[in-house]
């Protein structure tokens, strides 16, 4: 199993990026995905998943209204559409897969799949 996260990037405050997460090696129609970040000398930080029917979404309150998560079955591609960004926002994001329903993900102990962080840099 591999999770391929790109996407990430520098980009002045305000801006938008958006991040793909490709998964491969089985199918995942029934797992949720999603995002988790973590800054320099900081906790990782869950930020959003989506359900396996795409209908179920949760996110981190510092990101809610700003961050939409959507994924695409027949590809097995989670995407994270980051508007409004701001400095504090800078961290490296993970993709993670795990067969427990978005508001379960907690801090992430547990998930069934990680994938390579991508780093995402908001310059103020």
């Known amino acids: 199993v591999q999770l391929q996260a790109s996407g990430g990037g520098l980009v002045q405050a305000g801006g938008s990026l958006r991040l793909s997460c490709a998964a491969s090696?089985?199918?995942?129609?029934?797992?949720?995905l999603g995002w988790f970040r973590q800054a320099p000398g900081k906790e990782r930080e869950f930020v959003a998943a989506?359900?396996?029917?795409?209908?179920?979404?949760y996110y981190a309150d510092s990101v809610k209204g700003r961050f939409t998560i959507s994924r695409d079955s027949a590809q097995n591609t989670v995407y994270l559409q980051m508007n409004s960004l701001k400095p504090e926002d800078t961290a490296v994001y993970y993709c993670?897969?795990?067969?427990?329903?978005?508001?379960?993900w907690g801090k992430g102990y547990g998930m069934d799949y990680w994938g390579k962080g991508t780093q995402v840099t908001v310059s103020s």
């Open positions: 090696g089985r199918n995942f129609n029934s797992y949720s």
């Open positions: 993670a897969v795990d067969n427990k329903p978005p508001g379960r």
């Open positions: 989506v359900g396996w029917r795409s209908d179920s979404t």
